[in-house]
């Protein structure tokens, strides 16, 4: 079945770029139609989207934090990555990825990665 | 910006007993409405989608109903793996996107 699994780098310094990568298995990013996105979580906080992206490389960004984000797909090792540049001490939050069914059915997220935890301190 | 105000913040029940949560928008999103519960140290599961549709492998006693602003979760009959924190998240049209409710913590009583 569809797994997602994040990984990256657990620390990052202030005002560096954090970098995650998420890899799909079970499944080709490249054969689907469906949107893949990041979400992430502050610890004992609610859930923020950060944005999605397709196969062909369309994405779509949370407006908070678009200046910061990019996010980017590669078929061939059948990942997407997420960059956050200028990270703070809010960015600290365990960050999942998930596929984002809006160009299939509905508008959610369907399969979620386990997640990984970032923290930013120097 | 379309806020989602989720109630009651925490809600202390027992094993069996039925649930209502509730989840209101603060424009109408249509039927563009999900529903995830988490349970502490795993990632959200998505329980239903499009305000009313269970996803893949969610017992039947979750059901989702609502349009516009107002959106419900019920649980008919609750088991004790429930007890968790459940979130709705919304569509957003302009700019196209996501955001999700504060949740509701489901307590054992």
């Known amino acids: 079945q569809l797994q997602l699994q994040e990984s990256g780098p657990g620390l990052v310094k202030p005002s560096e770029t954090l970098s995650l990568t998420c890899t799909v298995s079970?499944?080709?990013?490249?054969?689907?139609?469906?949107?893949w996105g990041w979400i992430r979580q502050p610890p004992g906080k609610g859930l923020e989207w950060i944005g999605s992206?397709?196969?062909?490389?369309?994405?779509y960004y949370n407006p908070s934090l678009k200046s910061r984000v990019t996010i980017s797909v590669d078929t061939s090792k059948n990942q997407f990555s997420l960059n956050l540049s200028s990270v703070t001490a809010a960015d600290a939050a365990a960050y999942y990825c998930?596929?984002?069914?809006?160009?299939?059915?509905?508008?959610?997220?369907?399969?979620w990665g386990q997640g990984t935890t970032v923290s930013v301190s120097s | 910006e379309i806020v989602l105000t989720q109630s009651p913040a925490t809600l202390s029940l027992s094993p069996g007993e039925r649930v209502t949560l509730s989840c209101r928008a603060s424009?109408?999103?249509?039927?563009?409405l999900a529903w995830y519960q988490q349970k502490p140290g795993q990632a959200p599961r998505l329980l239903i989608y499009?305000?009313?549709n269970r996803a893949t492998g969610i017992p039947a006693r979750f059901s989702g109903s609502g349009s516009g602003t107002d959106f419900t979760l019920t649980i008919s009959s609750l088991e004790p793996e429930d007890f968790a924190i459940y979130y709705c998240q919304q569509r957003i049209t302009s700019p196209p996107g996501y955001t999700f409710g504060l949740g509701t913590k489901l307590e054992i009583k």
């Open positions: 499009d305000a009313s």
């Open positions: 079970g499944g080709s990013i490249r054969r689907s139609n469906y949107y």
């Open positions: 998930a596929r984002d069914t809006s160009s299939v059915v509905g508008y959610a997220f369907d399969v």
């Open positions: 992206i397709y196969y062909s490389g369309s994405t």
């Open positions: 424009q109408s999103v249509s039927r563009y």
